[in-house]
């Protein structure tokens, strides 16, 4: 993933205080080193980045009467629910959530935590995140417009918008690092035009700015929100957040589905990323995003988990996978156009009678791209997503000498076109999360049977 897509067959990095030295043949790199790691046989990659995830929704998977429910009757299902998490219950969560996706090859990710009830806080997220040692871009959700108000969420968890600009603005103080090889970022991330007033948006974007923070938001996830915003609004998503001053690079969007050719270029002449979440969008039904026009269009995309109660898992491999299988399926729908060339990888070819065109499909090659240097560029990072020296050295390997890879051509697709394996290694800034396959700091199994007696307890 560097600037030339090298595939370094036999190749090795060199690591010092946390940074790739060098890359490349063993026979071209140093010989000593105070640790040696021999990953004969592995594919290794740069870490993932995951651009959307609300970490504590590990506490309510596959609830019953929210499996089969489109975004905004899951939400209402759900939102008591989560109005009894904890303190405890937010630390607890994030460490489950962290933990898989350390074992599934991320090493940075961003949360949107946007409900503070019974004395919670970002602080406890970020605690648990400081101890398992993935990079997280902590994001300052908020909910002020209550049903009372005509939003969607119950007013018992929604907060006053001085109360959340204050916590906001400690956290940036308390946490904030933008300093290469970063542990911590803070996002602000009022949750989603329906359960946010247009004040709060436009004060959160004046936050944000005064400390050069990031924006992030929910946008365009289903058609029930384009007629929201219709209606309360006067403007369709898109035109809402021009309106309340929310493009420029430093915004990111999660979702994105429901935007037309104009909106992509809106997007695109103020650089706003976009965190694409095949999963969810599947398991809510909420649509299929156009990733492909965005590519086209010079938009950032990274990929994302989402909540882990529309997933209802937190692998990032898989959605990797995922992303790959779902743009093709959108192919499939919408025809093969004439304009574009084949590649030499993935090629489709349109039924007969709709024209003479092959057109590229998106590669294994493209999806790992949009899970890596997409997602940093989604986060604004310059120091993660490839494996190039000065970059932090995050990676993960995949021992290929499993059944699921017996057969396959290519290391490098096989991890894309294979069933979705957890890593083997997993490495942020020189320090392993994953060692032979297990995670090294947190005990996998004290936590599950922890996280599994705080689900029990929320929905008692
Ligand atoms: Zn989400």
């Known amino acids: 993933m560097d600037d030339h897509q090298r595939e370094i067959p036999g190749g090795g990095l060199f690591i010092r205080r946390g940074l790739i030295e060098e890359v490349g043949p ?107 040692g993935l990079r997280i871009h902590a994001s300052r959700g908020s909910m002020s417009l209550g049903e009372s108000k005509g939003g969607l969420p119950p007013d018992s968890v929604v907060d006053d918008e001085d109360s959340i600009l204050k916590d906001s603005q400690r956290l940036i103080e308390k946490y904030h690092d933008p300093k290469l090889g970063s542990m911590v970022q803070i996002v602000l991330a009022p949750c989603s035009p329906f359960s946010v007033t247009t004040d709060l948006m436009k004060q959160s974007a004046k936050l944000a700015r005064e400390y050069g923070v990031h924006l992030h938001t929910h946008l365009a996830e289903t058609e029930d929100e384009e007629q929201f915003c219709l209606q309360k ?47 969810s969008n599947m398991r809510l039904a909420s649509g299929i995003a156009p990733i492909k026009e965005y590519r086209k269009a010079g938009v950032n995309v990274g990929l994302g988990v989402d909540g882990s109660a529309s997933n209802d898992g937190s692998h990032l491999l898989a959605e990797v996978r995922n992303a790959m299988l779902l743009s093709r399926v959108k192919e499939g729908i919408t025809g093969f156009s004439s304009s574009e060339s084949p590649s030499p990888s993935g090629r489709g070819v349109r039924g007969e009678g709709e024209g003479q065109g092959v057109r590229a499909l998106m590669t294994a090659r493209e999806a790992l791209y949009l899970g890596t240097r997409g997602g940093a560029a989604v986060l604004g990072r310059k120091d993660i997503g490839s494996l190039a020296p000065g970059k932090c050295a995050d990676f993960f390997a995949v021992n290929l000498n499993k059944l699921g890879f017996a057969g396959m ?22 320090k392993f999360i994953v060692k032979e396959g297990q995670l090294v700091t947190v005990d996998e199994h004290k936590l599950v049977e922890k996280h599994n007696k705080a689900a029990k307890r929320l929905l008692s």
Not at 26 to 40: G, I
Not at 87 to 97: G, L, M, R, Y
Request: hydrophobic share 40%.
């Open 26 to 132: 063993m026979s071209e790199l140093p010989k000593t080193a105070d640790e040696v790691l021999d990953l004969k046989g592995h594919v290794v990659l740069p870490g993932l980045v995951n651009t959307h995830h609300h970490f504590y929704q590990t506490l309510t998977r596959a609830v019953p009467a929210a499996q089969d429910a489109n975004l905004f009757n899951w939400l209402k299902t759900l939102y008591p629910i989560w109005a009894r998490l904890t303190p405890h219950d937010i630390f607890t969560s994030t460490q489950t959530a962290l933990a898989e996706l350390a074992l599934s090859g991320c090493t940075t990710a961003s949360d949107h935590l946007y409900l503070f009830p019974n004395g919670s806080k970002l602080d406890d997220e970020i605690a648990a995140a400081s101890e398992i």
């Open 233 to 279: 609004f006067g403007h369709r998503p898109v035109g809402y957040m021009q309106e309340v001053d929310w493009v420029g690079d430093d915004v990111w969007f999660a979702h994105a589905v429901w935007v037309n050719d104009e909106e992509i270029k809106v997007f695109a002449k103020h650089n706003c990323g976009v965190a694409h979440c095949p999963t």
């Open 409 to 430: 051509h290519d290391p490098v697709s096989a991890i894309v076109f294979g069933q979705p394996v957890n890593a083997d290694y997993t490495v942020v800034g020189g």
